[in-house]
C-alpha cells in the first residue's frame, strides 16, 4: 500500500488521479490532497476520497469546509500546501499544480524524502539546477507523469546504460496545428480550448495551441534525462498515439504507444516499477488507425517553441522568465484582454528585456517570476494607453 498526497486534486490531471486510485483502492491511500478555488468538485472528491488532511487556498474556504467535515483537518494557503507534502506517512507525492506555483511544494516534498511523481513541468523548466541535485542528495525518485516524458522514461526500462542519440518529443499541434499565422489573427479563446485530441485545463490547453507546451516539454526532458537541447526533435504527430521514442546510439528506436489516455502515465508512475491493469483503458488497434504521420514543426510557424529552445540553451533565469511571462499571457488571453498572437509576442519582449541571473538561487527565481509577470501586466498597460 502506497500512502499518497495529491497535490492540485480538483485539476485535470488531479481527478484522473482519484480515478486511478479508486479503481486500486488495495495499491493506494490517498492520505492528503490539495485544491484551489473549485470547492464543489472539491467536495465530491473528498466524499469518493475521505483523506485525512485537505489544503485549501483560501482561509474561509478552510473554515467552512473544517466545520462541514470535523473527523478531517483542513489547512490554507502555503504553509497548508508544505504541511501535506511532507506528512511523515507519505511515500509519494503526485504534484499536479499548474504552473510556477507547483515549485516550493515539490522542493519541500523532496527535502522531506518523498517521491515524486511530477506532472508540474514548471518545477524542472525554471530550477532544474536545483531540482536534479536535491533529488540526488536527499536519493528519490523522480517520476515523471507527462505523457511525453513518460513514454521515454518507458522506453529507456533495461536501456539504462546505454547511450541516448535522439529524444524523438511528440507534439499533437493543438487546436491550430492546421492554420497558417495569418489565420491564427482573431482567433476565440473557444477555439483555442478545442483540443482534438487530449482532455486537458484550460491553461496547458492554450499552452498546447502556442505549443509552448512542448517548449516546456524540452526543457523538461533536459533535465529528467540528462540531454542536450540538440539530442531533443519535437515532432507533430497528429494521433497522439506514439508519445515520444528514444534513439539510441546503434541507431534504434524504443518508443511507447497508446491510446490518448493520462491515467495510463500517472498509473505507471505510481506504480513502477510494476504495471497494473488500467481500468476502462481503451487497448490500441492498430489496425483501425491505419496510419500515423510525422513531420517536423515549422519554428516560423510555431514561434514560441523557438522561444522556449532559446531559453533552455541560454539557461540561468531566462527559462524561468519565459514561464512567467507565460503563465501571465496565457491567463490575460483566456480572460479575453489580450490576442492569440500577444501571447508569444509579450513572452519575446520579456525576454529580450531581462538582464540574465546565470546561476539563480530559489529566492532570485521567485522575485524573477514575479518580475516576469509584472512585465507582462505593464506592456498590457503602456499598450491599452496608447490606444
Same mark, same amino acid.
Given at each position: 500500500?502506497?500512502?499518497?498526497?495529491?497535490?492540485? %486534486?480538483?485539476?485535470?490531471?488531479?481527478q484522473?488521479t482519484?480515478?486511478?486510485?479508486?479503481?486500486?483502492?488495495?495499491?493506494f491511500?490517498?492520505?492528503?490532497?490539495?485544491?484551489?478555488?473549485?470547492?464543489?468538485?472539491?467536495?465530491?472528491?473528498?466524499?469518493?476520497?475521505?483523506?485525512?488532511?485537505?489544503?485549501?487556498?483560501?482561509?474561509? #474556504?478552510?473554515?467552512?469546509?473544517?466545520?462541514?467535515?470535523?473527523?478531517?483537518?483542513?489547512?490554507?494557503?502555503?504553509?497548508?500546501?508544505?504541511?501535506?507534502?511532507?506528512?511523515?506517512?507519505?511515500?509519494?507525492?503526485?504534484?499536479?499544480?499548474?504552473?510556477?506555483?507547483?515549485?516550493?511544494?515539490?522542493?519541500?516534498?523532496?527535502?522531506?524524502?518523498k517521491?515524486?511523481?511530477?506532472?508540474?513541468?514548471?518545477?524542472l523548466?525554471?530550477?532544474?539546477?536545483?531540482?536534479?541535485?536535491?533529488?540526488k542528495?536527499?536519493?528519490?525518485?523522480?517520476?515523471?507523469v507527462?505523457?511525453?516524458?513518460?513514454?521515454?522514461?518507458?522506453?529507456?526500462?533495461?536501456?539504462? /546504460?546505454?547511450?541516448?542519440?535522439?529524444i524523438l518529443?511528440?507534439?499533437?499541434?493543438?487546436?491550430?496545428? #492546421?492554420?497558417?499565422?495569418?489565420?491564427?489573427?482573431?482567433?476565440?479563446?473557444?477555439e483555442?480550448?478545442?483540443?482534438?485530441?487530449?482532455s486537458?485545463?484550460?491553461?496547458?490547453? =492554450?499552452?498546447?495551441?502556442t505549443?509552448?507546451?512542448?517548449?516546456?516539454?524540452?526543457?523538461?526532458?533536459?533535465?529528467?534525462?540528462?540531454?542536450?537541447?540538440?539530442?531533443?526533435?519535437?515532432?507533430?504527430?497528429?494521433?497522439? =498515439?506514439?508519445?515520444?521514442?528514444?534513439?539510441?546510439?546503434?541507431?534504434s528506436?524504443?518508443?511507447? /504507444?497508446?491510446?490518448?489516455? /493520462?491515467?495510463?502515465?500517472?498509473?505507471?508512475?505510481?506504480?513502477?516499477?510494476?504495471r497494473?491493469?488500467?481500468?476502462?483503458?481503451?487497448?490500441?488497434?492498430?489496425?483501425?488507425?491505419?496510419?500515423?504521420?510525422?513531420?517536423?514543426?515549422?519554428?516560423?510557424? +510555431?514561434?514560441?517553441?523557438?522561444?522556449?529552445?532559446?531559453?533552455?540553451?541560454?539557461?540561468?533565469?531566462?527559462?524561468?522568465?519565459?514561464?512567467?511571462?507565460?503563465?501571465?499571457?496565457?491567463?490575460?488571453?483566456?480572460?479575453?484582454?489580450?490576442?492569440?498572437?500577444?501571447?508569444?509576442?509579450? %513572452?519575446?519582449?520579456?525576454?529580450?528585456?531581462?538582464?540574465?541571473?546565470?546561476?539563480?538561487?530559489? #529566492?532570485?527565481?521567485?522575485?524573477?517570476?514575479?518580475?516576469?509577470?509584472? +512585465?507582462?501586466?505593464?506592456?498590457?498597460?503602456?499598450?491599452?494607453r496608447?490606444?
Amino acid at each position: 500500500m502506497k500512502n499518497i498526497t495529491i497535490l492540485g %486534486v480538483t485539476g485535470s490531471i488531479g481527478q484522473q488521479t482519484v480515478d486511478v486510485c479508486l479503481h486500486h483502492q488495495d495499491e493506494f491511500n490517498v492520505v492528503a490532497m490539495s485544491a484551489g478555488k473549485n470547492i464543489v468538485l472539491l467536495e465530491t472528491t473528498i466524499q469518493k476520497i475521505n483523506p485525512q488532511v485537505v489544503c485549501v487556498i483560501d482561509e474561509k #474556504d478552510c473554515n467552512y469546509l473544517q466545520e462541514k467535515y470535523p473527523h478531517i483537518r483542513f489547512v490554507f494557503g502555503s504553509a497548508g500546501l508544505d504541511e501535506i507534502a511532507t506528512i511523515d506517512q507519505v511515500d509519494i507525492v503526485l504534484n499536479a499544480i499548474v504552473g510556477f506555483a507547483g515549485l516550493l511544494p515539490t522542493i519541500h516534498a523532496i527535502e522531506s524524502k518523498k517521491d515524486i511523481a511530477l506532472a508540474n513541468k514548471e518545477t524542472l523548466v525554471v530550477a532544474g539546477h536545483i531540482i536534479t541535485k536535491l533529488v540526488k542528495e536527499h536519493g528519490v525518485k523522480l517520476l515523471p507523469v507527462d505523457s511525453e516524458h513518460s513514454a521515454i522514461f518507458q522506453s529507456l526500462q533495461g536501456n539504462e /546504460m546505454n547511450k541516448i542519440k535522439r529524444i524523438l518529443l511528440t507534439a499533437s499541434g493543438g487546436s491550430f496545428r #492546421d492554420k497558417t499565422r495569418e489565420e491564427l489573427v482573431g482567433v476565440s479563446v473557444k477555439e483555442a480550448l478545442n483540443h482534438p485530441n487530449w482532455s486537458m485545463g484550460a491553461k496547458i490547453t =492554450i499552452d498546447s495551441a502556442t505549443l509552448f507546451n512542448k517548449g516546456l516539454e524540452v526543457m523538461e526532458a533536459k533535465w529528467l534525462f540528462d540531454v542536450d537541447y540538440d539530442q531533443i526533435e519535437v515532432l507533430i504527430h497528429p494521433e497522439s =498515439i506514439l508519445h515520444s521514442a528514444v534513439e539510441f546510439e546503434d541507431t534504434s528506436v524504443i518508443g511507447q /504507444m497508446g491510446t490518448p489516455d /493520462m491515467r495510463l502515465a500517472i498509473q505507471y508512475a505510481l506504480t513502477y516499477p510494476q504495471r497494473k491493469k488500467l481500468v476502462n483503458g481503451k487497448s490500441l488497434d492498430l489496425t483501425e488507425l491505419g496510419s500515423l504521420t510525422f513531420k517536423k514543426p515549422d519554428f516560423n510557424r +510555431f514561434h514560441a517553441l523557438s522561444l522556449a529552445y532559446r531559453a533552455g540553451k541560454t539557461g540561468g533565469s531566462l527559462p524561468c522568465v519565459l514561464n512567467g511571462a507565460n503563465e501571465m499571457a496565457n491567463l490575460l488571453f483566456r480572460e479575453g484582454k489580450i490576442e492569440f498572437l500577444q501571447i508569444e509576442e509579450l %513572452v519575446e519582449k520579456a525576454m529580450n528585456a531581462h538582464e540574465l541571473v546565470k546561476d539563480p538561487t530559489i #529566492d532570485q527565481l521567485l522575485d524573477i517570476d514575479q518580475w516576469a509577470r509584472d +512585465f507582462v501586466l505593464k506592456e498590457i498597460n503602456e499598450t491599452c494607453r496608447r490606444l
